[in-house]
């Protein structure tokens, strides 16, 4: 069995080797995310893992097609980068790692919350200047008197509910899935009371047709007066103009992003300041603004559970075998 794995880092070569030994499985380690420009180096190959947020079209569902190849395993959770009903037509099974490390995004949305709840940004700003007061404008609220609000109960926004109720926090949740194991540390209620209610809202919702754009002017103007927002799903959820008024009228008070909605043209390379998008660095100009280039995941654990529960989806399919996290049967 040959698998080929686009979009490898170096520190997960090692992980990738391990795999291959125990398994008695050839890997190929292409460094490059997948593309219709380095799609032919799959030909040979049984099946395919990639990571990574490039585009994937049909003409690469295509070529797998022809080189015999009937899945591709993605080591991550969104696939919104996937073009699933191409990949379907094209009889390519596409799966994803939907829980590798929950705990790893929420911890990182749980820590910019309470980065930007402490107004961290605002001090670290007025002290680079020399300014080393504090004042009304920048006085706290203990995480404890929050109310957070959850769009998206799944594996990650469960385990961001865990720790935002651990901190004595009041966490709602919105999400159309009743999960009744969830009940001891949030309460379900609708969209619309979590923009009501929340001093904290934190996204963790696939991006879809439906959940593009959720955050938008509508959706600020519907929030309690200056809450935070946390972002470290998808950056398409969030209207990033909208956004950017948002924080400079004061509607909200803060935002943590660790994705943008054009990162694929900027993120997970070394770029020239200059040639940064004008919303970016607007966005990062504002000390109530706290991005990271989408490192949620970035973890140990998360790294290799991602890989390894990739590749043995990769090996039980093309043994015959069915797996289920199918994202587009």
Request: aromatic share 8%.
């Amino acid at each position: 069995m040959k698998i080929i794995c686009y979009g490898v880092i170096k520190m997960e070569e090692k992980i990738i080797e391990n795999w291959a030994q125990k398994n008695q499985v050839e890997i190929k380690i292409v460094h490059d995310d997948l593309s219709a420009d380095n799609a032919d180096l799959a030909q040979g190959f049984d099946g395919v893992s990639s990571e990574g947020n490039l585009p994937v079209g049909a003409s690469v569902y295509e070529k797998f097609k022809q080189y015999g190849i009937k899945q591709l395993s993605v080591r991550q959770v969104g696939v919104d980068n996937q073009d699933l009903a191409a990949a379907k037509k094209n009889g390519i099974k596409i799966t994803n790692v939907a829980a590798y490390s929950p705990r790893a995004i929420a911890e990182l949305g749980v820590t910019d919350a309470m980065y930007l709840l402490r107004k961290i940004g605002i001090y670290q700003d007025r002290m680079a200047h020399g300014d080393f007061t504090y004042d009304k404008s920048t006085i706290s609220t203990e995480i404890f008197n929050c109310t957070v609000g959850i769009i998206g109960a799944g594996h990650i926004g469960g385990a961001s509910a865990h720790l935002y109720s651990a901190l004595g926090a009041k966490v709602l949740a919105y999400d159309p899935v009743y999960d009744a194991s969830l009940e001891p540390y949030l309460t379900y209620t609708d969209f619309d009371t979590i923009l009501a209610k929340s001093d904290i809202i934190s996204l963790h919702t696939p991006l879809l047709a439906s959940t593009e754009n959720m955050i938008d002017k509508t959706a600020f103007d519907k929030m309690k007066k200056k809450p935070i927002l946390i972002n470290v799903a998808r950056g398409g959820l969030v209207d990033t103009q909208a956004l950017i008024a948002a924080l400079k009228n004061g509607q909200i008070s803060a935002a943590a992003l660790d994705t943008l909605a054009d990162e694929t043209d900027f993120y997970d390379k070394k770029n020239m300041l200059n040639s940064l998008p004008e919303d970016y660095k607007e966005l990062q100009a504002m000390p109530q603004v706290l991005i990271t280039p989408h490192i949620a995941f970035f973890t140990k654990l998360a790294v290799k559970n991602s890989i390894e529960i990739a590749l043995n989806d990769a090996k039980t399919i093309i043994s015959g075998g069915e797996v289920n996290s199918v994202v587009n049967l």
